[in-house]
């Protein structure tokens, strides 16, 4: 049964090898000290359909883009996060486990020669395009390669008009599209687990890792307005809340299995860690704050 959803869920919004692995790295390994064997990505790949020759091909691409850095012990190959993705992996973490950001509106002029692709990574970091070289956005600024001016930007006046000003410059229904998708599928899932099916060890984290990869996917293309500038019925907040309820539940299985099989050079990665515990207590205060 379960895997029959599964296969649904990945089919509706498939996979990519390489940043499913991202994926793994940022959910098992970057909290427990950032290297992990290669047997570990490979057999974990495999349970959602990822071949060995998809996932080493992936791991050299990664290894190749500075994202991972490579170290043998005997017959066996494993793989750390180079110093670069660290810090990514860290802004990725707050984002689906940390509090909601605070608004922080501001205009990015682009100076340099070459815009265009400033521009195109400004509006994937949620930015509007307001012009050939100028954006908005209410979040984090992203690493530019081209120079910049930045303004900051506060709302003195017609707050209550905010909507309309979002509505203007960002398609807010092809993020809500993606919100309601994500609480289509893993509803689904939620249903099952609130039925009775209890999941084993293994399938826990598989599952765990694909509820991580799909939400990462939609906060991360998500501007992240402030409630003012969004719709009423926005599907944003009750996505986060099912994230949390699924992350919860499936973590005591998943850890488990993870301090069963995974491994470094020096031996079994832990059940938990610091960074892994806490990121279970931010679920579970912002679902005590949220929905209580």
Known sequence: MFGAM???????????????????????????????WTGNLIETCAAIGISETLVRTAVSRLVAAGQLAGEREGRRSFYRLAAPARAEFAAAARLLFGPPEAAEWHFVQLTGTAPDEAMQTLERAGHARLGPRLAVGARALPLLKQPAVVFRGDVVSGEGDLGAFAADHWDLALHAEAYDG????????ADLLAGG????AAESLVARLVLVHQ??????????????????????????????????????????????HFVTAAGALPEASEATLRRLSLLREARRVDFS
């Open 182 to 189: 994500f609480l289509r599928r893993f509803g689904r899932l």
């Open 215 to 260: 939400f990462r996917l939609v906060v991360l293309r998500d501007p992240r307005l402030p409630q003012t500038a969004l719709p009423m019925d926005w599907p944003g907040e009750a996505a986060r809340a099912l994230f949390a309820d699924l992350y919860l539940g499936l973590s005591p299985e998943a850890d488990l299995h993870v301090a069963r």
């Open 197 to 200: 099916v209890r999941l084993g």
């Open 6 to 36: 599964l296969r649904t869920i990945i089919e509706e919004s498939p996979l990519k090898a390489a940043s499913f692995i991202v994926t793994i790295y940022g959910d098992v390994v970057e909290p427990r000290g950032g290297v992990v």
